[in-house]
């Protein structure tokens, strides 16, 4: 029983140490040590003030909390950049009157990310996500719930496409 305990210790010592693989489900080199997350500009045609501070807060966040790399402003290993490109209400699920009983709140944001050290690894991509809410009820009234839940799904996936490589 001791026996497989050390094993197991030992096994997860070495997954750790090799730089490659994490526990938080990252997979960064280990001479990758920085990140450098520039301003999510809103180029939206509808403007949500509080949208761009809160996605690139809420990156710098996510990366300070799930990895080791340190966040510098410039010349970093690593870099994330974009803007919201799409800040759209659509209705969905049209009544036999032919009035949208839920609505649809998608943002995409564009984000250009550069590995300076493994340039393979470069992109150029849109990363969209949405929330619904009933058409009875006014945008300006779940609007900022709507826009956290968003916020945090788009700086999932674009956590998920830059460290952890799925």
Do not use: H
Not at 6 to 14: D, E, K, T, V
């Amino acid at each position: 029983m001791k026996r497989s305990i050390y094993i197991l210790i030992a096994a997860m010592l070495i997954l750790n140490s090799c730089g490659i693989y994490s526990f938080s489900g990252t997979s960064i080199a280990s001479d990758v040590t920085s990140i450098s997350v520039a301003r999510i500009e809103n180029r939206a045609m509808r403007v949500n003030p509080a949208l761009s501070n809160q996605l690139t807060e809420g990156l710098k966040e996510k990366y300070r909390k799930l990895t080791k790399l340190t966040i510098e402003e410039m010349n970093a290993d690593l870099s994330v950049e974009g803007e919201v490109t799409n800040y759209e209400i659509s209705a969905l699920a049209v009544t036999a009157n032919e009035v949208a009983s839920m609505n649809r709140l998608t943002i995409t944001v564009k984000i250009r990310f550069t590995n300076k050290k493994y340039p393979k690894e470069d992109f150029d991509r849109s990363f969209a996500e949405f929330e619904d809410y009933p058409s009875s009820t006014s945008l300006d009234a779940v609007e900022a719930r709507l826009v956290d839940a968003i916020t945090e799904k788009l700086t999932e996936a674009i956590f998920n496409a830059t460290v952890a490589n799925w």
